[in-house]
Each structure stands twice: as C-alpha cells, then as structure tokens.
C-alpha cells in the first residue's frame, strides 16, 4: 500500500501531471475502451450492468467527493480529525478495513491506520505493542447509512498496519507492512529505528467485541513471519491462512501459514506454526511479474520458510531485512510476484492483487520506482485443484492502474481500489473477467488519493471504503446493487 513518501516514486516519466489530468473523465474512458478492445481482456457490458457513473454529492454536505452509477447514493464519516467516543483524534491513513454485523441494521468497522515512523502510539500508551510507533486500528459502530457514527482506539503501537482479513469467530487480523524496529537500519523515510522498542513486521489478532477503552496490548503471531505484510485471508475450511507481501523495490511472495491448532476449532489464529510460500510445479523461481497472458494457468506447491521470524545483526540494512524470509522461499525455488497487495477468500478460492504486475503496454512508460514493468494483475489460487490462474492483466493504464485492495461482491466480482498518482477508480472485474467503472475519487484537488478497505456489509446492502491520505475519510456506498456485477 503506497504512502504519501513512496506515491514520489510512482510519478510517471515522459506524461506530465497536467498532461495526465487531461485525460481524466470521458476521454480517458473512451480511451480505456479502445485499449481494451486491442487487447485481450474484455468490458463488462453496460459498465457491469450499471451504467454510465457520474457526479453524486455527499450526503454530508452536498459536496461531490465520488462518481457513481445512477442510483446509488454515499456518506462520507469519520474523516481525520474527528473526536471519537474515546477522546482521541482521529488518525489519518485510513487503510485496509472490515465490515461486521452488529445488531439489526448495524455493523462494526475494524479499520487499519498505515503510520510509519517512531512518532508515539495513539491511544492509552501502556496498552501499546510499541510505545513509540504510531499506527494501529479504529473501530467505527455505524447505522445502515452511517447518519449515527461511534468509533474509538481499539489497538494501537504498530507500524505501517496496511491491510489484513477477517476471521469467522469475528476478529480482524491486522498487518505490518514493514520490517522496521530497533535492529533494522532505517527505512525509505530515513527514520531513526533505534528509537523503536520493539520488532515489527507481524500479524495481530484484534477482536470487534472490544468496545471503547477495552483493547489491550496485542501480541504477535511471530512465526506468520516477519515480513512486509500487506494482506491475509482465511480458508474457513482449512483454517489455513494466506498472505501476500508487498516487497515495495523487491519480489514479492506469496505465502500460508498453518497455525499448530486449526483457528476454527481453537477460535484464535496461535504462534509456533509453520510458514510456507508457493512455488510453480516444475518451475525453479518463476517470475509471475511479466511474460504472462491472461487464462494461464499453473499448478503449484509450497516451500517451507525455516526462519520465518529473527533479531538482525548488528548493521542490518532495511532492504536486507526485508528479503530475509523470501530469500528463504527463493532459494527452495518459490515463484515471485510484483507488489503482492489485496487478498480474499471466497468459495475456494483466493484472489490476489499484483499491483506493478505485468508488462509495460506498448506505447506507455512504465510506473516510475517499485518492483514492476506493468499497471496490474488479478489472480487465482484454486485451493482444491492447487492451482494459480491469471484472471485480469491491465492493458493499460487508463483501463486499470495500480490496484491494491480488493474484496469480493455478494455476486462474485472483484472490486479493486486503485493507487495510482493523478486519478483513481474503483473498478470491477467479473468473475469471467471483464472490467467496469464502478467509483470514481473525485475530490476537489485530491484525485490521487488512493482508495483503500474495501468491504461490503455481511448482508450485503452497503460498501465501506477508505480514502487512504493524512487525512483520510471512510465512506459508506448503498444503492441497487442487484442491477450490476457487485
């Protein structure tokens, strides 16, 4: 997940921002259209059933924030800022998040907060993992159309928490995205680890039943390794849990930790398991990143990481430390990906996000910084049949840029946040893999913000997404979904 230190590195060569800008709206879309019909992706028909989006103003105060499809309406809450119920401020970066029923026509949010630095925890610092870090999670208790908003602390003392999944006895599992911590030298920011107490780069368990004031000092799940996690999914099935990196200048891999106990039996994900990363069948080092077609289809095993988590040496560079566990992998022969972000589970399935995936389109630059040549991949992973099939390659920028987050639709579809640098959307892909336009980020001089946590309600009738931005904001979406893909 990009932050505002490392959207620098994806300004684009040779397109200036005003010549960019240029090609936003119908342009850019007429444009996207004839791209697709080069290639070898399809549109959903009729924009995945909905129609054409357009301004709709925000319930709030009448100010146009997105582009929707006609029928669909939104409320913007909980922007950085706001005093909630707890007393404290509420931090910016809104990130990865997750919806959870709470009683009739009510849900809990558990939403993810991605600071970096040794900048001081948020909330009650005793109850902090690390005094010094200062991102964690916000819980936000809402109304079917968000007009009633709670939300206080509900952990804090982690760093970088980018994203992370749900389980089904109803907790959320938040991520590190960074090995940062007293004994890595410093990160892309240039900030002083030393001042850190503790390693970070983990999973944590946090329970939605914690109501204002009720969290306490999270422990890590250590051997999911230490890495830079970006997103995990759960198989209700298995209770294996899957897990992308998004090795932001490096490769990435593509992991699953089997907990000693099955979390569906003991209702917790527990330590001391055992970590593993995908290889192709018959493939040393398969670079998934490039040379790929949409359709294609590997069979696959796993590796097993046999230090998932470590203390560094003295001298440990942070670009070492964070090849430390994929190196692991690599050297048995596992495959790489670019920028693994978003993952979800669904009927057997695990969908999974490359962000720079894929070739640079003929006639385009490709993303400035970060590992990568192209504007994006969507894959599979079969677990039954374990295999790994590429669903959707970005043709284009102006068909799909940059995604990160994802989710699945009650109706199958992928909806991916884009995080791109001039504009950005929420596209769909159908479960055939045809793309469509769902949400545009139109905010008056903030385009580039990314769009983040994406998670439609158990019950279907309302989406949650972020603006993820020092100051970021949550909307609430409901309107005819029925209509369309999602």
Known sequence: MGVIDRRAFLRRAGLSTAALAT????????????????????????NGGYGPIGPVPDLIDDVVRLHLPRGFEYRSITPTGTLMNDGVITPGRHDGMAAFSWGKSRYRLVRNHEINGPVGAIGTTS???????????????????????????????????CAGGTTPWGTWLTCEETVNGPDVGPDFTGADNRL???????VFEVPVEWGPGQYTKLEPVRSAGRFAHEAMALDPRTGILYETEDNFLFPSGFYRYIAPRN????????????????????????????????????????????TPDTTFPAGTTNDQASVFVSGQGSAKGAATFSRLEGIFYDSGKVYLVSTQGGDTPPGETRPSGGYGDGFGQLWVYDTDNETLTLLFESPSR???ELPDNLCISP?????????????????????????????????????????????????????????QAAAGLTFAIWGPWKKGAL
Not at 140 to 157: C, F, L, T, Y
Request: include cysteine.
């Open 23 to 46: 090609l936003g709206g119908p342009l850019q879309g007429l444009l996207a259209r004839g791209a697709l019909a080069a290639g070898s992706t399809g549109v959903a028909p009729n």
């Open 127 to 161: 109850k902090a993992y690390d005094s010094m870090a200062g991102a964690g999670t916000t819980t936000v208790e809402v109304n079917r159309h968000a007009a009633k908003v709670d939300s206080w602390v509900s952990s804090n003392g982690t760093q970088m928490t």
């Open 196 to 202: 850190l107490n503790q390693r970070h780069g983990y």
């Open 263 to 306: 979390p569906m039996q003991v209702r917790e994900l527990r330590d001391g398991g055992r970590l593993e990363m995908l290889k192709v069948a018959g493939v040393t080092n398969a670079q998934l990143d490039h040379g790929q077609t949409p359709g294609v289809t590997y069979d696959v095993e796993w590796v097993s990481i046999d």
């Open 398 to 400: 102006t068909v799909l």
């Open 411 to 467: 109706q199958g579809s992928s909806l991916l946040c884009e995080d791109g640098p001039i504009e950005n959307y929420l596209r769909g892909v159908t479960p055939e893999g045809r793309i469509f336009d769902f949400a545009l980020n139109a905010m008056e001089r903030r385009m580039g913000d990314e769009f983040a946590g994406s998670t439609f309600t158990p019950d279907g009738k309302v989406l949650f997404v972020n603006i």
